[in-house]
């Protein structure tokens, strides 16, 4: 059971201390623009993923004027997980009282899925943030992932640099050729595997929640290279190019997920609250992977449910989220645009959140 008992938040953003017990259930942050009610998402997100999703960089997280900011959680089923992380030296990352070396232990304890305005990169954006997406669910179901992501990175980085020299060697670049072709062998098997056990449970929640785009759009998986050969051939192939480029074309690095109604983009044709539809969809239907392989429930972090979503919209993805059954934490400026859309509220703790201060 990934769900946090006690929240510890000291130096995030406008939040210089808060202390909150938050409900297993359902967390309804509200106050006024600039409160802070998104930087309580921030703050999980930051413990579960060590980044942010408002920006790259952490620095400006921190309160400013002080020096570190730190965030603990407890957790239902026992332990516990904190951090710090601090302007000038590097972070502690603490997870049931053991230093932790990197985030894979507590990305496994505490699966953080955020629903929020950059969403809609998932979308609009390059293939980045959707094949950041797939690796979010492949590295929860399947353990071995990461190491193969990690060698196939170690490859790219190192062909690269071969490819850049002013006189190739050849033979250099084959070795890697070789073990980039291993790794986006497992990566490619994978993601694939993950794909198509996501997309019914996808096109079941996408139904419920637009049905008539739902019979309209068509999603795929693309590997990042040529779906009829090999890679090996397609890196022989492609080497002058690589060359000229001074960096791999196709490999798993290029991975993506095309989503399109019809021949056009789906960012090309849906509304912007039916875009919210979409990548909503999208996000629940991860929730709904996890819960039924690992049988654990991810936290939903929403930030402002009710922006782009009319009242019947707002209602449907509110209860899609619900019928996951893990923690969510949402935030909204009027709390009624959020109860008002309920016909039977769930049992609910509420926060009001004013000048980084929460109150229950
Ligand atoms: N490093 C920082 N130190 C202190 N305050 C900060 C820092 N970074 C941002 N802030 C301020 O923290 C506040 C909290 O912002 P946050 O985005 O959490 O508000 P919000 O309640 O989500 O507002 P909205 O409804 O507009 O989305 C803002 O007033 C912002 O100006
Ligand atoms: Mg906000």
Same mark, same amino acid.
């Not at 990042?224 to 890679?231: A, K, P």
């Not at 000229?244 to 196709?250: L, V």
């Given at each position: 059971?990934?769900?946090?008992?006690?929240?510890?938040?000291s130096?995030?953003?406008?939040?210089?201390s808060?202390?909150?017990?938050?409900?297993a259930?359902?967390?309804?942050?509200?106050?006024?623009?600039?409160?802070?009610?998104t930087?309580v998402?921030?703050?999980?997100?930051?413990?579960?993923t060590?980044?942010?999703f408002r920006?790259?960089k952490?620095?400006?997280?921190?309160?400013?004027?002080?020096?570190?900011?730190?965030?603990?959680?407890? %957790?239902?089923?026992?332990?516990?997980?904190?951090l *710090?992380?601090?302007?000038?030296? $590097?972070?502690? /990352?603490?997870y =049931?009282?053991e230093?932790?070396?990197?985030?894979?232990?507590?990305?496994?304890?505490l699966?953080?899925?955020?629903?929020?305005?950059?969403?809609?990169?998932?979308?609009?954006?390059?293939?980045?943030?959707?094949?950041?997406?797939?690796?979010?669910?492949?590295?929860?179901?399947?353990?071995?992932?990461?190491?193969?992501?990690?060698?196939?990175?170690?490859?790219?980085?190192?062909?690269?640099?071969?490819?850049?020299q002013?006189?190739?060697?050849?033979?250099?670049?084959?070795a890697?050729?070789?073990?980039?072709?291993?790794?986006?062998?497992?990566?490619?098997?994978a993601?694939?595997?993950?794909f198509?056990?996501? %997309?019914?449970?996808?096109?079941?929640v996408?139904? *419920?929640?637009d049905?008539?785009? $739902?019979?309209? /759009?068509?999603? =795929?998986?693309?590997r990042?290279?040529?779906?009829?050969?090999?890679?090996s051939?397609?890196?022989?192939?492609?080497?002058?190019?690589?060359i000229?480029?001074?960096?791999?074309?196709?490999g798993?690095?290029?991975?993506d997920i095309?989503?399109?109604?019809?021949?056009?983009?789906?960012?090309?044709i849906?509304?912007?609250?039916?875009?919210?539809?979409?990548?909503?969809?999208?996000?629940?239907?991860?929730?709904?992977?996890?819960?039924?392989?690992?049988?654990?429930?991810?936290?939903?972090?929403?930030?402002?449910?009710?922006?782009?979503l009319?009242?019947?919209?707002?209602?449907?993805?509110?209860?899609?989220?619900?019928?996951?059954?893990?923690?969510?934490?949402v935030?909204?400026?009027?709390?009624?645009?959020?109860?008002?859309?309920?016909s039977?509220?769930p049992?609910?703790?509420?926060?009001?959140?004013e000048?980084?201060?929460?109150?229950?």
């Open positions: 059971m990934s769900k946090i008992k006690r929240l510890d938040i130096f995030v953003r406008n939040i210089q808060a202390l909150i017990e938050p409900s259930t359902v967390n309804i942050l509200h106050g006024e623009n600039g409160s802070g009610k930087s998402l921030e703050s999980i997100y930051l413990l579960g060590g980044r942010s920006s790259g952490l620095d400006p997280l921190i309160t400013h004027d002080y020096d570190e900011a730190i965030v603990f959680a407890e %957790l239902f089923n026992g332990p516990s997980i904190g *710090s992380k601090s302007r000038r030296k $590097a972070h502690k /990352l603490r =049931a009282s230093t932790q070396k990197n985030w894979d232990n507590v990305a496994r304890e699966p953080v899925q955020i629903l929020d305005s950059n969403s809609f990169l998932l979308l609009e954006g390059g293939p980045k943030p959707r094949r950041r997406f797939l690796d979010w669910g492949v590295f929860h179901v399947e353990h071995s992932f990461v190491d193969s992501w990690r060698r196939s990175r170690k490859s790219i980085a190192n062909r690269n640099m071969l490819l850049k002013r006189q190739v060697d050849h033979s250099q670049l084959k890697w050729d070789v073990e980039l072709c291993l790794a986006a062998s497992e990566m490619d098997v993601r694939k595997s993950y198509e056990e996501f %997309l019914p449970l996808f096109i079941n996408y139904k *419920s929640l049905p008539s785009n $739902a019979d309209l /759009l068509d999603v =795929a998986y693309e990042g290279w040529d779906s009829q050969q090999e890679l051939d397609v890196l022989i192939e492609n080497r002058t190019i690589d000229r480029y001074g960096a791999t074309q196709s798993p690095h290029r991975a095309s989503l399109k109604v019809g021949k056009s983009k789906a960012v090309e849906l509304s912007r609250g039916q875009q919210k539809l979409l990548v909503s969809a999208l996000k629940i239907a991860q929730g709904r992977l996890l819960s039924k392989s690992l049988g654990r429930e991810c936290i939903y972090l929403v930030d402002d449910l009710p922006a782009e009319d009242r019947d919209n707002r209602a449907a993805v509110f209860n899609q989220l619900l019928s996951i059954g893990g923690q969510m934490f935030t909204c400026v009027d709390l009624p645009a959020i109860v008002e859309c309920l039977s509220p049992a609910m703790a509420m926060f009001h959140v000048r980084g201060t929460i109150t229950a």
